[in-house]
Structures are given as structure tokens and as C-alpha cells.
T-cell receptor, first 116, second 110 residues
């Protein structure tokens, strides 16, 4: 399965600023996914990032707040803009792994964001 | 809105005991995935089950997909401290959307 390098692993940011999170995959993948997770809780999908097209955002998430770039098949960034304390969370990227029906997802190690 | 209810939400047991975690839904899933997540890491895929009634074993972990493909269980035999973590189930629906359970936080005390 693919290996994902996600940076930074954690950051503390001032409200009103932005944080850009990077995910680098060691193989080419068509789709990458960005999630948000409160510690110890489930995952919420923010958006799906496809190379060469605009990201598809889930209900409740907008491009102005969470701009995504996908310049090639191995790399993507998620920016969390105009930060507020409510944005404090863990952000994760993921890519599909496996083939056929027995597939799942590989995740980056996550970025723990604290907004102060 | 499809839901995947996971229970229990929290479980703390002694090393050597057995336990079962459940994922239940009223919806049919084409496949169901189980993940384990440790603090400071992303979820790691444990298994994917796709056929109704399917049983998969991973050492002391046994995964079962319900006959109607609406529910799944994870049974751990003789739990060890290394099993500690957040266990998440996720079902793939007919629109290829991944529906996540709320997670089970498992603590195994030595």
C-alpha cells in the first residue's frame, strides 16, 4: 500500500491566520481525501481532491475556508483559512489502497491544529 | 442520512479478557472496513469484508460481516495492551460514499 508523508504533525496558530497542510504520497493516486477528526472521535470528510480539477467539497465545507491544491498525482495541500478556535482539530489525508472489492484507505499520520 | 452505529463507545478491560465491538446500520453496504488508530497516528486498515456472512481472522482478531451486509462485529480474544486504540468501522454505500462509525475507544490494562 501507499505511504503518505503528512506535514506538519502539529501546529499552534493564532486566530485569523492560515495553516497549510501537505501530503506527499510515494505513488501516483487519482483521488486523495481530506478529513477532520476531533481527538478520539470519528472522521468527517472535508473534500475529495482530484488532479487537474477542482476539489469536491462535502456539505458544510467551502472552498474559501478550505482551499485545496492538487498539482500532480502524488501531492496535495489543504489550507485552513481565517482560523478560529473552532478549527482546532486533527486533519488527515488519505488515499485508496488495495484492488478490487477488498480495498480500503491509507492515511497520513495527521496534523493536530490548535488555534489560540 | 445513513448511519453506522458503533458500540460500545468506550471499553476498558484487563489483559487476557475477550471483547466484541459492534457496527450496526439499517443500510446495506457493499463492503465494510475496520481501522485501528493510535494517538498521534492516522487510522490503519485492519480488514475489509465484502460478502454477507464473511468471517476474517487476523491473529487474535475476528471480523464478521452480517448476512444482510448491514452490520459487522470485531471480536478480540485474550486482549493485550498493544490492542489499545480507537477502533473505527466504515461502510461503503451504494454511492461509493464511506460512512464512518463513531469509534470505540479501547483500553487494555496490564
Amino acid at each position: 500500500s501507499a505511504v503518505i508523508s503528512q506535514k506538519p504533525s502539529r501546529d499552534i496558530c493564532q486566530r485569523g491566520t492560515s495553516l497549510t497542510i501537505q501530503c506527499q504520497v510515494d505513488s501516483q493516486v487519482t483521488m486523495m481525501f481530506w478529513y477532520r477528526q476531533q481527538p478520539g472521535q470519528s472522521l468527517t470528510l472535508i473534500a475529495t481532491a482530484n488532479q487537474g480539477s477542482e476539489a469536491t467539497y462535502e456539505s458544510g465545507f467551502v472552498i474559501d475556508k478550505f482551499p485545496i491544491s492538487r498539482p500532480n498525482l502524488t501531492f496535495s495541500t489543504l489550507t485552513v483559512s481565517n482560523l478560529s478556535p473552532e478549527d482546532s482539530s486533527i486533519y488527515l489525508c488519505s488515499v485508496p489502497q488495495g484492488t478490487g472489492r477488498y480495498y480500503g484507505y491509507t492515511f497520513g499520520s495527521g496534523t493536530r491544529l490548535t488555534v489560540v | 442520512t445513513q448511519l453506522l452505529e458503533q458500540s460500545p463507545q468506550f471499553l476498558s478491560i484487563q489483559e487476557g479478557e475477550n471483547l466484541t465491538v459492534y457496527c450496526n446500520s439499517s443500510s446495506v453496504f457493499s463492503s465494510l472496513q475496520w481501522y485501528r488508530q493510535e494517538p498521534g497516528e492516522g487510522p490503519v486498515l485492519l480488514v475489509t469484508v465484502v460478502t454477507g456472512g464473511e468471517v476474517k481472522k487476523l491473529k487474535r482478531l475476528t471480523f464478521q460481516f452480517g448476512d444482510a451486509r448491514k452490520d459487522s462485529s470485531l471480536h478480540i480474544t485474550a486482549a493485550q495492551p498493544g490492542d489499545t486504540g480507537l477502533y473505527l468501522c466504515a461502510g461503503l454505500d451504494s454511492n461509493y460514499q464511506l460512512i464512518w462509525g463513531a469509534g470505540t475507544k479501547l483500553i487494555i490494562k496490564p
